[in-house]
């Protein structure tokens, strides 16, 4: 599957952005989908992921209560509406796709990437 992402931007901080991956080329209803970030200096770290179906999904802390994800198969999208934005959100955003069906956080377990959208929030 080939995976499109979009909708990074400037935003300040407190604002929202949504970032959208579309798929290409498999079923996506078949892969659990996920988004990583990047901060400059900073490793990959995992940010949310969604199952199948999109009834389950799971956040890393830091975006809790902030950050929602959801899917829509039909369209062969994922999204990631991001509110509350911090400065410390600040990276490239990436988004995933694995077979199977836990809900993993480790970016080895994922075995296709897009090619990043970057966000940036200014303080």
């Known amino acids: 599957v080939q995976l499109q992402a979009s909708g990074g931007g400037l935003v300040q901080a407190g604002g929202s952005l949504r970032l959208s991956c579309t798929a290409f080329?498999?079923?996506?209803?078949?892969?659990?989908m996920g988004w990583f970030r990047q901060a400059p200096g900073k490793e990959r770290e995992f940010v949310a992921a969604?199952?199948?179906?999109?009834?389950?999904?799971h956040y890393t802390d830091s975006v809790k209560g902030r950050f929602t994800m959801s899917r829509d198969n039909p369209k062969n999208t994922m999204y990631l509406q991001m509110n509350s934005l911090k400065p410390e959100d600040t990276a490239v955003y990436y988004c995933?796709?694995?077979?199977?069906?836990?809900?993993?956080?480790?970016?080895?377990?994922?075995?296709?990437w897009g090619q990043g959208t970057e966000v940036t929030v200014s303080s």
């Open positions: 080329g498999r079923t996506f209803s078949r892969y659990v």
């Open positions: 995933a796709a694995r077979t199977g069906s836990e809900l993993v956080v480790g970016t080895n377990l994922y075995g296709y």
């Open positions: 969604i199952s199948w179906s999109g009834g389950y999904t």
